[in-house]
């Protein structure tokens, strides 16, 4: 049987932090060392030009995002890390898959149609501000993920739909075409945790609840303190389940020590002691990883390197997979 490939990708918008690196950065990480399987991780940046017009954050996320998963030890040997601009061929077979997508098929995208029920209840045009990038990402998407056969697709369960369209649009190529492409499955993965934030919903930037990977100890220690919890005074007990600084506690600590917790909880631990201990297994597990991260952002040529090296590697799957694509539709030299 051949390997099992997987592969993800990261939009360059905004810089990275603790439910990220549970939620996506860690685990990949450990895949990534996994020598059983083939793994793709790109920078996702022509995905970033959907949300965000602005080249100096676009810039700035791509470089915090690649500083992030080197610094945290990304094993680039066994996996591929690249950016997805340096493949020329992901817009090219964007194009051949964009012929291929039905239109009703985008239609039903749940980020295109949230825009255009936003713009209803304002009472605006229903296109008002909507670009053809928002609407026709899930075919960058599917390009991203057929280019490379992928059979597993690890994403948040916002994404599950643009999985399912790449593979809708794989099959209609392959039934009017070639037996090109591999039908990828979106993979869920149920014992990572989704982190909550400050307020205790959903760790996530829109909702401006996130604490920071990298900001530095200080920042750290300050997010950490700024965690929302109820007023039961020290000695009083405490409901660890209903507790974000017990759910983000047990995303870091083992077993044993979450069990600990649980119980220090329950004989009333106080608050600020709960954040102190918080704030000093977070940070033992981050503090080496953040100098590396500091030393990377500094000497950028180190991550450039190491990227190109990674869209060499890619490139010897994207050329003769175009070159398939090509020849199935009917496009190349003459004969
Ligand atoms: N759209 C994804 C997100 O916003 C990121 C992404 C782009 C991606 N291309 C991908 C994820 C291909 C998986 C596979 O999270």
């Not at 929302?228 to 077993?255: C, H, M, R």
Request: with cysteine; proline share 5%; charged share 25%.
């Amino acid at each position: 049987m051949a390997r099992q490939r997987i592969l993800t990708g990261i939009t360059t918008t905004g810089t990275p932090h603790l439910g990220n690196y549970v939620g996506a950065i860690r685990p990949s990480i450990e895949a990534s060392r996994d020598s059983s399987k083939d793994t793709f991780f790109f920078l996702a940046d022509y995905h970033a030009l959907i949300k965000c017009q602005d080249p100096a954050l676009v810039r700035q996320s791509s470089k915090e995002i690649a500083a992030t998963w080197l610094a945290l030890g990304l094993d680039t040997d066994n996996a591929l890390f690249y950016r997805q601009s340096d493949i020329p061929e992901i817009p090219e077979l964007t194009w051949v898959l964009t012929c291929n997508a039905a239109k009703g098929l985008m239609n039903r995208a749940h980020a295109y149609k949230a825009a255009v029920q936003a713009n209803e209840e304002a009472g605006e045009d229903p296109d008002f501000g909507i670009t053809m990038g928002l609407f026709s990402y899930p075919v960058l998407m599917a390009a991203d993920i057929l280019m490379f056969n992928a059979d597993r697709v690890p994403v948040g369960r916002d994404q599950i739909q643009h999985v399912e369209m790449a593979r809708d649009i794989a099959q209609r190529f392959n039934h009017n075409f070639a037996d090109v492409f591999n039908l990828p499955e979106a993979a869920i993965d149920d014992s990572v945790a989704v982190l909550q934030g400050l307020d205790g919903r959903k760790m996530s930037k829109s909702y401006n609840n996130t604490i920071p990977l990298f900001a530095g100890e200080k920042q750290l220690r300050k997010s950490i303190n700024k965690i929302k919890t109820n007023l039961l005074e020290p000695g009083e007990p405490k409901d660890a389940d209903d507790s974000t600084v017990f759910q983000i506690w047990s995303a870091f600590a083992s077993p044993q020590e979450t069990a600990r917790m649980r119980s220090d909880f329950e004989n009333g631990i106080a608050w600020g002691e709960a954040k102190k201990q918080l704030f000093e297994l977070v940070n033992g597990e981050l503090a080496g990883a953040r100098d590396r991260y500091e030393e990377l952002m500094a000497n950028p040529s180190h991550i450039e390197s190491v990227l190109a090296r990674g869209a060499e590697r890619a490139r010897e799957y994207a050329v003769p997979l175009m070159a398939k694509v090509r020849e199935a539709v009917g496009i190349g030299p003459l004969r």
